[in-house]
């Protein structure tokens, strides 16, 4: 394969240990040209659904390159430990469910293989940080133009681990569904898309509280909540001036419910 300059990294590893720094250290060592993009290492510990939604809404704007995600409770377990080729880059990480919606976004996958021959990993591999001695080397081998089916075993697609798809109905008043994320600004992103705001009147209740339905932040009065489509293309419960989630007392993984509701 033509070699790429560029990986990106999605972990739960956090800031206040070395464990990132390591990893760039290992991709360091065998591709010292390599650009590292870090995409965030604050996803909650062990949080897949989080990692996946991060990972799925960056990399349609990163570099054609290697994106790493190592959001792993299961390190290792059993779980497979796979590259994903699609249209649009490559995704190392393990199946568990946090690289699939990424490779949609990529464009689908085309082919996946399971990390296992020895070349491609460190020579001594712990059971507690695959980051560093599976993951970091294999995206290290791929930049530099490595072919994924060298690093083990085809993979059928079908049979990799995916999550559940999030809550998302229409009802008759308006629409229910899942807390995906919730930003740095306290802003709710929900797994809806921006058609179920259309038919949605300008004043809106969300969870019972009253909102408005907006473009911009400042929308709503100060302290007020909106309804909008974010930068992600969903429909997000922002406040202006506040933080939402603040408000609605709610973690990903809850519902929401967004209804019309009638002046007066």
Same mark, same amino acid.
């Given at each position: 394969?033509?070699?790429?300059?560029?990986?990106?990294?999605?972990?739960?590893?956090?800031?206040? #240990?070395?464990? &990132?720094?390591?990893?760039?250290? &290992?991709?360091?060592?065998?591709?010292?040209?390599?650009?590292?993009?870090?995409?965030?290492?604050?996803?909650?510990?062990?949080?897949?659904?989080?990692?996946?939604? &991060?990972?799925?809404? /960056?990399?349609?704007?990163?570099?054609?390159?290697?994106?790493?995600?190592?959001?792993?409770?299961?390190?290792?377990?059993?779980?497979?430990?796979? /590259?994903?080729?699609?249209?649009?880059?490559?995704?190392?990480?393990?199946?568990?469910?946090?690289?699939?919606?990424?490779?949609?976004?990529?464009?689908?996958?085309?082919?996946?293989?399971?990390?296992?021959?020895?070349?491609?990993?460190?020579?001594?591999?712990?059971?507690?940080?695959?980051?560093?001695?599976?993951?970091?080397?294999?995206?290290?081998?791929?930049?530099?133009?490595?072919?994924?089916?060298?690093?083990?075993?085809?993979? #059928?697609?079908?049979?990799?681990?995916?999550?559940?798809?999030?809550?998302?109905?229409?009802?008759?008043?308006?629409?229910?569904?899942?807390?995906?994320?919730?930003?740095?600004?306290?802003?709710?992103?929900? /797994?809806?898309?921006?058609?179920?705001?259309?038919?949605?009147?300008?004043? *809106?209740? *969300?969870?019972?509280?009253?909102?408005?339905?907006?473009?911009?932040?400042?929308?709503?009065?100060?302290?007020?909540?909106?309804?909008? &489509?974010?930068?992600?293309?969903?429909?997000?419960?922002?406040?202006?001036?506040?933080?939402?989630? #603040?408000?609605?007392?709610?973690?990903?993984?809850?519902?929401?419910?967004?209804?019309?509701?009638?002046?007066?």
């Amino acid at each position: 394969m033509t070699p790429t300059p560029w990986i990106s990294l999605t972990t739960d590893y956090g800031l206040t #240990d070395g464990f &990132v720094a390591v990893c760039h250290g &290992v991709i360091g060592r065998i591709a010292p040209a390599a650009r590292v993009l870090d995409v965030t290492h604050l996803v909650p510990p062990g949080d897949v659904r989080r990692g996946a939604a &991060v990972l799925a809404q /960056a990399v349609p704007h990163l570099p054609y390159g290697v994106h790493v995600a190592v959001v792993d409770p299961g390190v290792g377990t059993a779980r497979r430990a796979v /590259a994903l080729v699609t249209p649009g880059g490559l995704l190392v990480g393990p199946d568990n469910g946090v690289l699939p919606a990424a490779a949609r976004a990529l464009g689908g996958i085309t082919s996946a293989v399971e990390l296992t021959a020895p070349g491609w990993l460190a020579a001594e591999v712990s059971d507690t940080f695959h980051g560093r001695d599976v993951f970091a080397p294999v995206a290290a081998r791929l930049a530099l133009g490595g072919r994924p089916a060298d690093a083990g075993p085809q993979v #059928d697609p079908a049979t990799l681990v995916t999550l559940p798809a999030p809550v998302s109905r229409r009802e008759a008043d308006g629409f229910t569904a899942e807390v995906l994320t919730v930003d740095h600004f306290g802003n709710v992103q929900l /797994a809806a898309g921006a058609d179920l705001l259309t038919s949605l009147p300008d004043v *809106v209740e *969300v969870a019972g509280r009253p909102a408005v339905r907006g473009r911009t932040f400042g929308d709503a009065p100060a302290g007020e909540l909106l309804v909008l &489509v974010d930068s992600a293309g969903l429909v997000a419960v922002a406040r202006n001036g506040g933080r939402a989630v #603040d408000l609605l007392g709610v973690a990903p993984g809850a519902l929401v419910t967004v209804r019309g509701r009638i002046r007066g």
